[in-house]
């Protein structure tokens, strides 16, 4: 089993910044890949960006240029830096994990960019 603990979610202005973080617990050094995945209202969750232990990464082309993913596997964490934030960034961001085959999924952290 695996426990994902989300932070780092707020409130920012377009173009602003906002960094969140994953620490994951309980099997956590057999997970492979973690990534980030996001939900606007009245919208299916999509991908934002994921990482493999070896640090490949893979990001949606609409966050291309302008976050990052990175990950600690000393610490189990995976972070997500968002920069130039725009309006439509605006979502629920969960972190995503796989173990065994399967997808384990935080409790998610608000992102709201506005004016």
């Known amino acids: 089993q695996v426990q994902l603990v989300e932070s780092g979610g707020g409130s920012v202005q377009p173009g602003g910044s906002l960094m969140l973080s994953c620490a994951a617990s309980?099997?956590?050094?057999?997970?492979?890949?973690m990534g980030w995945y996001r939900q606007a209202p009245g919208k299916q969750r999509e991908l934002v960006a994921t990482?493999?232990?070896?640090?490949?990464?893979n990001y949606a082309d609409y966050v291309k240029g302008r976050f990052t993913i990175s990950r600690d596997n000393a610490k189990n964490t995976v972070y997500l830096q968002m920069n130039s934030l725009k309006p439509e960034d605006t979502a629920v961001y969960y972190c995503?994990?796989?173990?065994?085959?399967?997808?384990?999924w935080g409790q998610g952290t608000q992102v709201s960019v506005s004016a």
């Open positions: 990482i493999a232990r070896g640090g490949s990464t």
């Open positions: 309980g099997s956590a050094s057999r997970i492979d890949p």
């Open positions: 995503g994990a796989v173990f065994v085959g399967n997808w384990y």
